[in-house]
């Protein structure tokens, strides 16, 4: 109990409008892959150095930004009401510096993810945020359920049924009009 406690805690107090750059452990990993491949540290280690002083990261009430480069800028915005799923991956080296990777996804079709924000020290917590920015996103369109106004939780197969019902109802109407009009 006293780990959840913490957990929770730490969830309160976690603010990622602070994450406005990667850790700087982040640079030690570009280097340790940029020395992995050997033949080609020149040529990777630059681009990377490069990356590394330019990315930027941007947490806001709609959505999430990224942006990176120095002669080709690539700036990335994802809404919280696009996103469609959050990974985090982190391999041996990432692992070892305490850093992470959280690929967003979105339904844009493409096989990968639309953004990868990397040099993340706790990446529970900033996966958990989008997770909830996500739903609360989809929240403000979604119509309210009879229950849902009243505070009563409601399930997938009540919403399910008010729906149905609603459609039963329309229906009816419909029917209606059309023999009152015959």
Known sequence: MDNESALSEE???FD????????PSLMTYYFIVAVLTTIGFFF??????FKYHTLRYKFDDKGVSM???VLFRREIY???????DIHVTRNIFQRW?????????????SAGAEMKIEGIRRPELLR????RQMRGARGETEPQVAGEAAGEPVSDSDEALAL???IRDDLRGLRQTMEARS
């Open 44 to 49: 990777l280690i630059l681009p990377l150095v």
């Open 11 to 13: 969830q309160a107090n």
């Open 97 to 109: 510096l305490g850093l992470a990777e959280v690929a967003v996804q979105t339904a844009s079709g």
């Open 67 to 69: 942006s990176w480069g």
């Open 16 to 23: 990622p409008t602070q994450i406005t750059r990667p850790d």
């Open 78 to 84: 994802l809404t919280y009401r696009r996103i469609q």
């Open 128 to 131: 958990d945020f989008l997770y």
């Open 164 to 166: 149905l019902q609603g």
